[in-house]
């Protein structure tokens, strides 16, 4: 079955500091994977997807199928940038979600 | 064009009472999907339907069902309210296939008292 796994449920880090929000998952076929955002009081929107290979606000995230890993990266986080992330797999239309990670940056 | 709506936003239900919360996705989008959302076990998948049909359900009990109409609005029941039902439940929708992006809607805030 596949599974999504966000070990941090909390991260904090500082203004221009560089931020990694971690991603592992489990599945036994060719993975779709996305990050997702929540900023306060606002809806769930995507904020990339792995098959895009883009980046968006700054973020980028590589599929890593040796390590099943898809963490997201920021080389300087913003304030703007504290948010719920949640790190989600789908397989046929069947979204798995991870736990989400708070992520807190500080002035 | 309008984003995903549910309605209603909040609501209150007394335990053993049914609930039904209502989606309407995205103009074209034929794929409707729903999700709970809880403090404790985070954004869990409920069912997704498309073109009036269930395509895909997750590890709910019977107690949680849905329905898709022709025009693509979906609906969503609880029955037998019980204390753990009190969550968020989020309404998403897509065009149609599994490689579409898909878009959230802002939730119905349940509690069950």
């Known amino acids: 079955a596949q599974r999504v796994t966000q070990p941090e449920k909390l991260l904090s880090v500082f203004k221009g500091a560089p931020v990694e929000l971690k991603c592992n998952y489990s599945?036994?076929?060719?993975?779709?994977l996305f990050w997702y955002v929540q900023y306060s009081r606002q809806r769930l929107q995507l904020l990339l997807r792995h098959i895009s290979r883009e980046s968006i606000k700054g973020f980028t995230a590589d599929l890593n199928k040796g390590e099943t890993s898809f963490h997201l990266k920021k080389p300087f986080a913003q304030e703007e940038d504290s948010a719920m992330y949640y790190c989600?797999?789908?397989?046929?239309?069947?979204?798995?979600f991870g736990a989400g990670t708070r992520l807190t940056v500080k002035p | 064009k309008a984003g995903v709506t549910q309605t209603p936003r909040y609501l209150i239900k007394t335990r053993g009472q049914q609930v039904t919360l209502s989606c309407s996705p995205i103009s074209g989008h034929r794929s409707v999907s729903w999700y709970q959302q809880t403090p404790g076990q985070g954004l869990q998948f409920l069912f997704e339907?498309?073109?009036?049909?269930?395509?895909n359900k997750g590890n709910f009990p019977g107690r949680f069902s849905g329905r898709q109409f022709s025009n693509s609005r979906s609906e969503m029941n609880v029955s037998t309210l019980e204390l753990g039902d009190s969550a968020l439940y989020l309404c998403?929708?897509?065009?149609?296939?599994?490689?579409?992006?898909?878009?959230f809607g802002e939730g119905s805030w349940l509690t069950v008292v």
């Open positions: 998403a929708s897509s065009l149609q296939t599994g490689r579409d992006t898909i878009y």
């Open positions: 989600a797999l789908r397989h046929n239309n069947d979204m798995r």
């Open positions: 339907y498309f073109s009036e049909t269930q395509r």
């Open positions: 599945y036994s076929g060719s993975p779709e």
